[in-house]
């Protein structure tokens, strides 16, 4: 079993940044593939960004690309989404899941960011 813990969430006027960790209990964190995901009452949640296994290949939504950057500490089990220019829409629940090789997987509990106009 594998926990994941997020922090960082918060509220932030548009414009401004936030940094999201994703911390996990896996010794073999190294093993999982990790993919930020955010959801707003009423839809589905939707992929935001994701880093693989050794962080060499990244993925970003469009809605998210050239603001929002994912890297991860596999020394500290710990993944970061560096998020800046938040926009109002930004406002969610932001979840971190992770994936290994044989599809076993896990989500974290979330964490609230609110962006202001």
């Known amino acids: 079993q594998v926990q994941l813990i997020e922090s960082g969430g918060g509220l932030v006027q548009a414009g401004g940044s936030l940094r999201l960790s994703c911390a996990a209990s896996a010794r073999t964190f190294s093993s999982y593939a990790i993919y930020w995901f955010r959801q707003t009452p009423g839809k589905e949640r939707e992929s935001v960004a994701a880093?693989?296994?050794?962080?060499?290949?990244?993925y970003y939504a469009d809605s998210v690309k050239g603001r929002f950057t994912i890297s991860r500490d596999n020394a500290k089990n710990t993944v970061y989404l560096q998020m800046s220019s938040l926009k109002p829409e930004d406002t969610a629940v932001y979840y971190c899941y992770a994936r290994d090789y044989y599809a076993t997987n896990y989500w974290g509990q979330g964490t609230q960011v609110t962006v202001s106009s």
């Open positions: 880093i693989s296994r050794s962080g060499g290949s990244t």
